[in-house]
Structure formats: C-alpha cells, structure tokens
C-alpha cells in the first residue's frame, strides 16, 4: 500500500489516541470520537484511507451491522479486513475504523443510509451492499423514497459494482442507476412501505414473490441469488444449505446478501459459508446473559420491520420482557408502536419496561395482549422463573442491557 | 359479517399515506367503539380503488410529498369522500392528509399544489421542520381536555372563516399562528400525526359520538396514565 502523506499519519495517529484514552476512561470504544479527531486534523482523511483498498460499503435500514459482520468474517479468508464493527456508521467511525486497520488491503464499512453518498464519493468503494428501507425513527432521519432516491444520484455514473435486494421494490429503485447490478432475492417480511412504485406511485401489485407496477414498466428484476428458506441458490443454480447460527429469517436474508458480496471480492461460496458460520452473536444482539439461573436472550428491534424479525426468532413458548425508550438514537416519538402488530404475543407472559412503558402498555391494552409492567430490566428478569426467557428492546434500552452485563457480546 | 348497523370505519390510502403510526388511530376508534358493544367494520382503502360513501368515520393520514400530491388528485377524481362528508360522515384527517383537506399545499419544491376543497384552509411550506412533542387547549366548544401528541411536518396552515381552530397551542407550533389544527362540521384536522387518537381518547369519542350517539364512560386508566405522563414531561421542558 502507499504510504500516507505526513499530515493524513498525523491525524490519523492522534485520532486513535483519542480513541485509547476515551476507551480507557470508560466512556464507549472510541471509535466516533477517534475519527473526529482525525477528520478535524485531516478533512479529507477518509480519502486518503480508503485509497489503495478495496471496500464494501453496507446500507439498509435493518441487519447493517450484522451483514457487514457476515462478510467481515467470510473476507478474513483473503487477508487483513478493516471494519466498524461497533455499528459507528457515519465518516468519523469509518475514518476510526479504517485507521486501526492502516495495512488491510480489504474493508467492509457499514454506512448510515443518509450518508451512504457522501461516504461512496470520498471513499470511491468498489462494492456497495443495500438490503432493505422502511420506516425508520422519523423524527430524525430522511423520508425513505428520498433515501432512495440520493442513492440513484450516488450511485449513477460511478463504476461502482452494487449488490441489492430485488424482493425490497425501492432497495430495487435506489440500485437501479448503478452500472453493474447483481441481484438477491433477499425476502422481505414487512411490506407497508412499499405499496406504491417507487418510480411513478402507481400501485405495486405481488404474485408470489414477484412485484411490478400497474401502471409504468418498473418490476422486480430476475434474481441471481435466491434465498429460499434455509439455503442460497447461488447463479449457477447450486443450492447450499446455509446452517448459520445467527437466528431467524432475516438473518438467512442477511447471509445470503454476504455470499453474493464475498463473491464479488472472489471468494467463492464454499469457502465463505464456513465463515459465516462461526458468527454467534453481533455487539451484542441474540446474546444471552445469565442473571440467577435466568438465561435472557437479547434482541435488538429498532423500527416496526425490526420487530416482525425480532418476533420470528422469538421462541414463542417463552415468556418475554420487551423494553422501550425514546432517547435521541431511538428517536424521541413513538409513534411507530402502533405499526408493529404485537397480537402475535397474545397467550405468552409478557413484561414490559424502559421509559416509554406507559406508551407500550397502552399499544398492548389496544392490541388484547395481557402484561405486567416493570420499572425496569432488573425487575422484570427477577419476576422470571428460572429458565430462558426472551428479550426484546430498542437501541438505547438494549445497550442499557447490555452495559448491566459488561457490555455483553 | 357485519350488520348493516355496523359502525363503518373507513381507513383512506393506507398504501400512500400511513407513514408513522397512522394505524394507531384506526385501532383506537375500533377498540373504543367495540368496548362499548358497538360493532365495527373497517375498510382499508387501497388508492387504485374508489372511496365508498357509505362510511361513518373517514380516516386520512400522513406522508411524504410525493404521495400527498398523488392522493390529492385521486380523492379529487373519487369524489366519494366529498360525498360521503356531505351526508355528514366524520373525518379525522392527520398531517399530510389534514393539507389536502385545502384549498392548496406545498409541494415537493415547495410549489403549490391543489387541495381537494373539504376544509376552509390553505397550506404553504413552511421554513423549517416542526418536530416534537405539541400541547394545546382544545376550543371550549368541543368540550375536550388538553390535546397531546406528537407533530412532524414542514407545512403553514392558514385558517378561513368556514373553520375554526381546533385549538390554542402551549407548546409546539402546529398551524404555524399559535393554533394547531382546525374543525368545521363533523371534520377534524390536526398535524398530531400518527396515533393521535390514542393522546387523546376524548377526541376518539367525539368522532364516535357524532355517529354512534352518546356513548357508554370506559375505564381510561392506561390513557389517562400515558397523558399525564407526556403533559408532566413536555411542559416541564
């Protein structure tokens, strides 16, 4: 690789100090802080990071951080990867992420959705992975179909090689300016937020797994992967068994995305299966913690599409504690609780808490589902019999879990 | 099957507006109505398909520009609510939906767009996005408490004589003049988005007082315990 200029070392030097110390005094694993220090010393820092490598970006809004785990892990076959694999998902956490790792001619950067342009011109990434959009924590971020549509600028005219999800019609939409396409039929559980075509706001009409508009020619485009339940159809029509251990649909969705992206950087399916495999757990999520002879599996549902995956890995023979905040990351309205259709739940113990308890035990009074309301997680554990139990928060009230239990990985 | 005496919840365009939470309003009149043994019957209308007229309450949400032009057209060209609203149905229209109600809002670029006509007021985009947690004093004539909620647009809604503000905002900047959302017969217009109803299960009873006739008291515990809990939080900001 090229040397860095002396003022790119520099900053790129006192940004991981920053990092160190701000780990060392316990305040989070220092990555954003690491890479603003870096940017603040070098603007034009990730550039020059980047060059020489070859990246992955990853996008969607559900499973970033778990995709970009699945094809760290599977790249780690050719040599050094340099990833966030934290979830710091904007330019100082790329910046930090790819200053850790300064020799790995390999990256794989999971990406905001907002700045996915932004990080694609100054990092000129060669592979770019989009997974799904939907409703997502409004009050702060972007309306979807314009998302999408600062991706097709993005994405036009650049040599860029994209990996999409064609079963999500405005992931379809979004990717479809991009000059080299390959397409995975990556499944799509939650369908509320694409009724209209994306391209005209005709209506989208479904026959099985295909969708096309009523009105313009906009339809899903023919898949080379196929995700079909527990295994990849790979484009020479070989179909392999997935066996992940990572649970649950989305997370087969997710595989399937990376074998496709691995692919892409030349590494074939049988060799990239075995390391996805080995993944178990992401920051945290489908951990389980022990506490008095309870085991909580942790599950993290950020938005209404989070939680119908959250509830398909679910074991529904378990009772479960679902917690619910609404601090600057979750987004501070919780209007979204009235997207989720929680009656799945009904005939289950469920115990709710987190600091939006009040709005919850209403949605669950309005949806029929019985509960019993906890002041917070330590209660809600204890009121467990002793056995399994499962868990379900959103962002802030998972990472309060999470920090109860040393920050459980 | 329903009865014919079935109380007629009609959902409008879910596939273009029902952006955040839109559902909550639509599942707080059907559980407020069925707990009072008054029978339900929703209908979800798809926007490829016509409006029925024979609704008793109408329910429009929020969304994003481009799809708050293609309803306004398609409601214009419908014509069933207009007919439906003329045989004196309800309306509880939210947010984007609640623009449409005009004479005009602003489009995409700000450029302005025609209503469909149904309530006396204009929109225009406004400078900057309104966001956060909105409480007002309801007109005394409604007879409700506080209304709480939530609010999230860029619109500035101005109000003419065949309206009057549905209330006086404390916090929050609703309308854009100090008043948040407006009311005319049986129709109610609010940029309380989302689940509003569920804020304020006052208001659900007045939509469904106007077309069930007086209603039996419910036990409103969980209701009242969220609005307190959101009024103490947000007027202590």
């Known amino acids: 690789m090229t040397q860095l200029p002396l003022r790119a070392q520099l900053a790129s030097a006192l940004g991981r100090s920053a990092a160190t110390l701000s780990r060392m005094t316990g305040r989070g694993d220092g990555s954003v802080i690491g890479g603003r220090v870096g940017l603040m010393l070098e603007p034009d820092l990730l550039r020059q990071l980047a060059r020489d490598r070859k990246l992955a970006l990853v996008s969607a809004t559900n499973g970033k951080t778990t995709t970009t785990r699945l094809i760290t892990s599977a790249l780690l076959r050719l040599g050094q990867v340099a990833t966030n694999a934290f979830g710091a998902n904007m330019p100082a956490g790329h910046v930090s992420a790819l200053s850790q790792q300064k020799g790995a001619p390999y990256g794989v950067l999971e990406v905001d959705e907002k700045y996915l342009p932004e990080v694609l011109d100054t990092t000129g990434a060669s592979v770019v992975c989009l997974m799904n959009l939907s409703r997502d924590q409004m009050d702060r971020a972007a309306e979807i179909w314009l998302l999408a549509q600062k991706w097709r600028k993005a994405l036009s005219g650049k ?14 939409w979004g990717a479809s300016t991009a000059a080299k396409v390959t397409w995975v039929a990556g499944g799509q559980r939650w369908k509320e937020d694409s009724w209209s075509c994306p391209e005209c706001g005709g209506p989208l009409e479904r026959k099985g797994v295909d969708w096309a508009c009523r009105e313009c020619t906009f339809h899903r485009p023919e898949p080379e992967w196929i995700l079909d339940d527990d295994a990849v159809i790979d484009p020479r029509g070989e179909r392999w068994l997935l066996d992940i251990q990572l649970p649950g649909l989305a997370n087969r969705s997710n595989a399937a995305m990376a ?17 996805l495999r080995e993944v178990t757990s992401v920051a945290g999520r489908y951990t389980t913690v022990e506490r008095d002879g309870r085991q909580a599996r942790l599950l993290l549902a950020k938005n209404p599409a989070g939680w119908l995956e959250a509830f398909d890995v679910s074991d529904p023979d378990l009772p479960i504690i679902l917690s619910v905040n609404a601090k600057g990351p979750d987004g501070r309205d919780t209007s979204w609780l009235w997207d989720v259709d929680y009656r799945i739940l009904r005939g289950r113990p469920v115990f709710i808490t987190g600091e939006r308890r009040l709005d919850l035990a209403l949605r669950l009074e309005v949806a029929d589902v019985p509960f019993a309301t906890c002041t917070s997680f330590t209660e809600a554990l204890a009121m467990q019999p002793p056995g399994r139990v499962d868990v379900i928060a959103n962002y802030t009230a998972f990472q309060q879990i999470r920090s109860e239990f040393g920050r459980a990985v | 099957m329903p009865s014919d005496s079935a109380l007629r919840i009609v959902w409008i365009y879910p596939d273009l507006l029902s952006t955040y939470g839109d559902q909550g309003n639509v599942l707080v009149l059907e559980h407020r109505a069925q707990r009072r043994g008054i029978e339900t019957e929703t209908i979800h209308v798809r926007s490829a398909d016509p409006v029925p007229e024979s609704g008793d309450i109408y329910l429009i949400g929020g969304g994003e520009d ?141 939509l469904l007082t106007w077309r069930a006739g007086e209603l039996a008291p419910l036990d409103d515990t969980r209701y009242e315990q969220l609005r307190q809990e959101r009024l103490d939080t947000v007027l202590a900001q």
């Open chain 1, 159 to 172: 040599p860029t090689h994209v990996i999409a999800n064609c079963d999500d019609p405005l992931v379809t």
């Open chain 1, 259 to 275: 074998l496709a992206v691995a692919e892409a950087f030349g590494l074939p399916v049988d060799q990239a299966l075995p390391s």
């Open chain 2, 66 to 206: 481009r799809p708050q032009i293609l309803a306004a057209e398609r409601l214009r060209r419908d014509g069933g609510l207009h007919r439906a609203i003329a045989h004196g149905a309800a309306m509880l229209a939210v947010c984007a939906g609640y623009q449409i109600m005009g004479s005009t809002f602003g489009g995409e670029e700000g450029q302005p767009v025609d209503g469909i006509g149904l309530l006396d007021i204009a929109s225009t985009r406004g400078p900057a996005r309104a966001v956060g947690e909105l409480v007002a004093e309801v007109d005394a004539n409604l007879g409700l408490p506080t209304l709480t909620g939530f609010e999230n647009h860029m619109g500035v809604t101005s109000l003419g004589p065949g309206v009057k503000p549905l209330s006086q905002t404390i916090k929050g900047v609703g309308n854009g003049d100090g008043f948040e959302g407006c009311y005319a017969g049986h129709v109610v217009g609010t940029y309380l988005h989302g689940p509003a109803l569920a804020r304020n299960p006052a208001l659900a009873d007045l």
